[in-house]
T-cell receptor, first 115, second 113 residues
Framework: DAKTTQPPSMDCAEGRAANLPCNHSTISGNEYVYWYRQIHSQGPQYIIHGLKNNETNEMASLIITEDRKSSTLILPHATLRDTAVYYCIVRVAPISNFGNEKLTFGTGTRLTIIP | ETGVTQTPRHLVMGMTNKKSLKCEQHLGHNAMYWYKQSAKKPLELMFVYNFKEQTENNSVPSRFSPECPNSSHLFLHLHTLQPEDSALYLC????????????FGPGTRLTVT
């Protein structure tokens, strides 16, 4: 799987949009971009994933550049509960229910929401 | 609440003890995973089960022994552990190993003395 690069830490003011960048310059055509987050003392939580189109769900938006070499996770109105470590992961698209495409977590970005 | 529960939440054990970690999912998933998260290190995948069959053993020492009696339950049996095995052990499940989303439990914080 392609390697990802994220800043180790970021701050964001409460109520503002948090924009978390991720570089994945060696991504292949069949690899998806996933975002998970881990709030302190909890297990990771899936946020969103995408291939090449921008995606939005109730938690966040994912913007993927046209060349797919980088992406940005956007939390539109950050709250204190969004303080967590955010992981950007690139993973080969599963081809069946028996696919063995692993999630490989890096060190992520520690996002701190400031009151 | 993700639908994946783990017990115990905290465990302290000596190096000569035998203990087991339990994971249960109430989501109707067919794939289950054990991950290890040590201090200052990324999550490491340990074992994968898909439809009760082990499909991945990520070079885990034999002092860790997984068991998956059915698709809803996953155990990690521990014996003669070392202090460096102290970590947060996380269980996850997904519809299958080919599914996009994994659901994680809260983890068991293990301390080996």
């Amino acid at each position: 799987d392609a390697k990802t690069t994220q800043p180790p830490s970021m701050d964001c003011a409460e109520g503002r949009a948090a924009n978390l960048p991720c570089n994945h310059s060696t991504i292949s055509g069949n690899e998806y971009v996933y975002w998970y987050r881990q709030i302190h003392s909890q297990g990771p939580q899936y946020i969103i994933h995408g291939l090449k189109n921008n995606e939005t769900n109730e938690m966040a938006s994912l913007i993927i550049t046209e060349d797919r070499k980088s992406s940005t996770l956007i939390l539109p109105h950050a709250t204190l509960r969004d303080t967590a470590v955010y992981y950007c992961i690139v993973r080969v698209a599963p081809i069946s229910n028996f696919g063995n495409e692993k999630l490989t977590f890096g060190t992520g970005t520690r996002l701190t929401i400031i009151p | 609440e993700t639908g994946v529960t783990q017990t115990p939440r905290h465990l302290v054990m000596g190096m000569t003890n035998k203990k087991s970690l339990k994971c249960e999912q109430h989501l109707g998933h067919n794939a289950m995973y054990w991950y290890k998260q040590s201090a200052k290190k990324p999550l490491e995948l340990m074992f994968v089960y898909n439809f009760k069959e082990q499909t991945e053993n990520n070079s885990v020492p034999s002092r860790f022994s997984p068991e998956c009696p059915n698709s809803s339950h996953l155990f990690l049996h521990l014996h003669t552990l070392q202090p460096e095995d102290s970590a947060l052990y996380l269980c996850a499940s997904s519809l299958s190993t080919g599914a996009y989303e994994q659901y994680f439990g809260p983890g068991t914080r293990l301390t080996v003395t």
